[in-house]
């Protein structure tokens, strides 16, 4: 759960970014449903489809939901719950989000704001239509959101280093059970039940998990067999945060001389990079740097991806660490950093650890291992 205190202080911190007065802040995204206001709507679920509004300014926060979401919206630090009913025994079932709708725009006649501050890329259309028709006038905060959670605030990063520091122990718990014979789904799915067991909450399956010379995909029934590599990149997926980590294995089986040797190469690139972590750094001197040493390697054309990128709210999170990325890293970011090599004749491997850039450089939140030896072999 992100805290009250985390919550208010990003709601304060909004209301001072705003590039003008405005009468009030509408937040409908449900990622941001959850940064400003702890209302997290599990994906995984029929409330997916549901609409959720939160309005609010400096001394007024109000929830719109329906009846069927009045738990969830409990979670929230608002001090109004508005719950329109909507399914029940007794009454049939109307269109869920109109219920919605139609309390909010009675409350927009009652309060009558003149300009209301939203994320116009996410806004529901009925709900702009609800304030357009008003004569409301609505000026779009994408800018500013986006800008907002690139920082990390103290609640924000004890979610995810317990994410992190879980799916770390996951990973090498599953990685080095992982058997020949065993599907890709298998192993996927063992994944999620072993972090389950250590974290204690729901999570959803997401990551890539291949043995077949794809850089990245969801798994698939194709059974390993004894020496594939196998890239594990899990990113486990916990009201609303994420960890996203990677090892490649090779299984059940030592790695021949060449892909060990890649495999060094791999996990010296990481330790090389990682040292140049600091506030400010740009992004494009990070993919630099894993370049130009796997160019040193004379490697450099298995380098096809990108080098990492930030990790929050959405995947993947700016700043994009590629070619042409001007954008700096501030402090307070929390980043991955991926390498990969993916050569046709040797085999297609990556590794990734997770970072918190903090004011002296850089905490590593990630401590599973990434060597392709699984423990036995």
Known sequence: MLSREGCLQRQNDLIRFLPEKCDLILITDP???LYFNNLW???NSTNQN???LFVFNENERIVFTDDSLFESASTSYAETIISSRW???KYPVF?????VVREFSLWLDKFRPKKIAAELVSLPGIIQKAVEDRGILLTDISRELNQMRVRKYPDEIAEIRRIVGNASRTMDIVADSAKAGMSEWEIFGSLYKEFISIHKE???PVGDLVSDYRVSGFPRQRAVQ???LLIIDFSPYVNGYRADIARTICVNSLPTNSQQEYSDILQESLRHTEKLLCPDIPG???YDSFLSFFRKNTIDKYYISHAGHGIGLKHPERPFFVLNCDETVPQGAVITLEPGLYNNDIGYMRIEDNYLITETGFEKLSFHRKTLKQTSY
């Open 31 to 33: 990622p941001y449903l």
């Open 41 to 43: 709507i599990e994906q």
């Open 50 to 52: 549901s609409l959720n």
């Open 87 to 89: 399914y029940g025994k």
């Open 95 to 99: 269109n869920r989000k109109e219920v």
């Open 202 to 204: 729901q999570t959803s």
């Open 226 to 228: 004894t020496g594939d």
């Open 284 to 286: 494009k001197v990070i």
